[in-house]
């Protein structure tokens, strides 16, 4: 399902700005668009946080909900 890759992918740039943070003290979102509380900062945080909540769901789904289960 092409919203899971992009939630996926949103949560891993998540992860990796978090890595920043904690490594070097480095927000990249906040540096791209000019400081952590500006509107477009927050809705970055928003939208990857959005995409980290979705992807709780990729845990509970069987890998054959996607594929026809074939019937003998």
Do not use: K, P, Q
Not at 52 to 70: M, N, Q
């Amino acid at each position: 399902m092409i919203l899971d890759r992009i939630c996926l992918i949103l949560s891993i740039i998540g992860c990796l700005n978090w890595g920043l943070v904690g490594l070097f003290s480095f927000d990249l979102v906040a540096w791209i668009f000019g400081g952590s509380g500006m509107l477009l900062s927050r809705i970055v945080y928003t939208v990857i946080a959005l995409a980290g909540v979705w992807c709780i769901s990729l845990l509970f789904r069987s890998e054959h909900s996607d594929h026809a289960v074939a019937v003998d």
